[in-house]
């Protein structure tokens, strides 16, 4: 069903956020047990939204540089074919993120990349708020009941109040299942190091 108009004549909402509150947020890259940003999109993003911020922000050179280097050894030796092959790759990537969390790593968000986000993230912490007071005489509303969107022709944002509640924050809709999910889609499209061979009737294909 197509969104429906603003059910109120007029009314204006207005936000001014202080950006600066974010930059704690992107001192290092997130990790399993680097929660404070996951907490800070889980109350603030829906999934749709978190995965248009990862797509935008990239994640970084760890991901990149999980090449035949690094998984070589998860894929020598293994007999299974297919899918059951890359098991490895996959594990290793999501492991190492969290081992990061107990080792000093250097920060990957640059001064540029930093700034970028944490503007981004306060432009939708604002526009969101906006809203939320836009609507208050119609419908007390969470964050997490808007989803920011830009228009595909001129480029310029404009919100969608849902309808229902989002999907609970634990399982499938959490930021770190999110993230999760899109280091293991960097993990598969690594190639492998080795030939997959199948066996079929008897011949090699």
Known sequence: MPPRPFPLALNIGTDVCHTARFK???????????????????????PSEQ???WKRFPLGKEVEESDEENNAGEVEGKEE????????????VAQREEQKATTKEPAIWDTESRKACVDYIGGRWAAKEAIIKA??????????????RRNSTTREPYGIVLDTPPPSRKGLSSAKFIYKAILEK??????STLPIEHQQSGAMI
């Open 24 to 46: 704690k947020y992107f001192i290092q890259h997130p990790t399993y047990r680097h929660s404070g940003l996951f907490r800070l999109f889980d109350k603030l993003l829906l």
């Open 51 to 53: 995965k248009a911020f």
């Open 81 to 92: 074919v297919g899918e059951r092959q890359i098991e490895g790759p996959v594990r290793k």
């Open 135 to 148: 609507y208050a005489p119609k419908r007390r509303l969470l964050l997490r009941d808007i989803e920011i």
């Open 186 to 191: 960097e993990a598969l499209n690594q190639p």
